[in-house]
């Protein structure tokens, strides 16, 4: 009998065309990693900050509002 080898590891990294690289927001692996290690290091900052900047209220949010500061929605039928 055979044994069956996996085929499902790849290893080939395929660097992006500098056209790309120039249009992206994450300018290449270096970038990705600091990013990653960032994420680490403080994860509830690191998605507050993206968040502020997504959603434009990079200068009005200083920090998450607890469960008693949101608000209460009711559905009015």
Request: glycine share 6%; proline share 5%; with cysteine.
């Amino acid at each position: 009998m055979s044994s069956i080898e996996s085929v499902l590891h790849e290893n080939r990294v395929f660097e992006p065309t500098e056209a790309f690289k120039a249009q992206a927001t994450i300018s290449g692996m270096d970038a990705y990693k600091a990013l990653c290690a960032e994420a680490e290091a403080d994860y509830e900052g690191y998605w507050g900050r993206l968040a502020k900047r997504a959603s434009g209220l990079a200068n009005t949010l200083h920090q998450s509002p607890g469960r008693e500061q949101r608000p209460v929605l009711q559905v009015v039928p």
